[in-house]
């Protein structure tokens, strides 16, 4: 498929942010399906232990995610200090999850209308880039997950495949929109 009318920033950015959004979609999916089978697979039985332990004492509690962290402090922080409760933040993290995934998506999108190397292995070195700034430098650097140093190799084997899946969706489907665009 051939990109319409050569090099154009605003459709770029355009068919990134749609593309953006829709593979938030497909990585939650893959996280809730083949991501979660790679997850077992991975686990040892003294980890699902430990971690049937921890559910537990959270007595069905949900457990509290980065982008529900996230929606907290972005609301604290424009409220001048009001939180979210549980219930909210369960709506908010999806809404953090998808607008920063349709962001960066748009970010995407207009760098790949100038630069072939942005689009390297079909998105998937994009996924990886996106991988390493978001889960393992800024996510713990805002302590909105717990520090890198406690977290193992096998634990990071699902997010990081998801944002494989994020970075080859999210590619695809740039392609598709913005040969209509």
Same mark, same amino acid.
Not at 27 to 49: C, Q, S, Y
Not at 115 to 126: D, E, H, N
């Given at each position: 498929?051939?990109?319409?009318?050569?090099?154009?920033?605003?459709?770029?950015?355009?068919?990134?942010?749609?593309?953006?959004?829709?593979?938030?979609?497909?990585?939650?999916?893959?996280?809730?399906?083949?991501?979660?089978?790679?997850?077992?697979?991975?686990?040892?039985?003294?980890?699902?232990?430990?971690?049937?332990?921890?559910?537990?004492?959270?007595?069905?509690?949900?457990?509290?995610?980065?982008?529900?962290?996230?929606?907290?402090? $972005?609301?604290?922080?424009?409220?001048?200090?009001?939180?979210?409760?549980?219930?909210?933040?369960? $709506?908010?993290?999806?809404?953090?999850?998808?607008?920063?995934?349709?962001?960066?998506?748009?970010?995407?999108?207009?760098?790949?209308?100038?630069?072939?190397?942005?689009?390297?292995?079909?998105?998937?070195?994009?996924?990886?880039?996106?991988?390493?700034?978001?889960?393992?430098?800024?996510?713990?650097?805002?302590?909105?997950?717990?520090?890198?140093?406690?977290?193992?190799?096998?634990?990071?084997?699902?997010?990081?495949?998801?944002?494989?899946?994020?970075?080859?969706?999210?590619?695809?489907?740039?392609?598709?929109?913005?040969?209509?665009?």
């Amino acid at each position: 498929m051939s990109e319409r009318n050569g090099k154009h920033l605003l459709r770029g950015v355009l068919a990134g942010v749609g593309a953006g959004l829709a593979a938030s979609w497909a990585m939650n999916v893959f996280m809730a399906g083949p991501g979660e089978k790679l997850h077992e697979a991975l686990e040892t039985e003294e980890e699902r232990r430990l971690e049937q332990r921890k559910a537990q004492e959270q007595n069905g509690e949900p457990k509290q995610d980065a982008t529900m962290k996230a929606a907290d402090t $972005i609301t604290a922080l424009a409220t001048g200090g009001q939180h979210l409760s549980m219930e909210e933040q369960q $709506i908010g993290g999806p809404v953090v999850h998808y607008g920063f995934g349709a962001l960066v998506g748009g970010l995407y999108g207009g760098l790949a209308e100038y630069s072939s190397a942005v689009r390297k292995g079909f998105g998937t070195a994009f996924g990886s880039v996106l991988f390493a700034g978001a889960d393992l430098v800024a996510v713990p650097a805002l302590r909105l997950s717990p520090p890198l140093s406690e977290s193992s190799a096998k634990s990071l084997a699902n997010p990081y495949a998801a944002h494989l899946v994020y970075g080859a969706t999210t590619e695809l489907l740039r392609r598709v929109l913005r040969a209509v665009l």
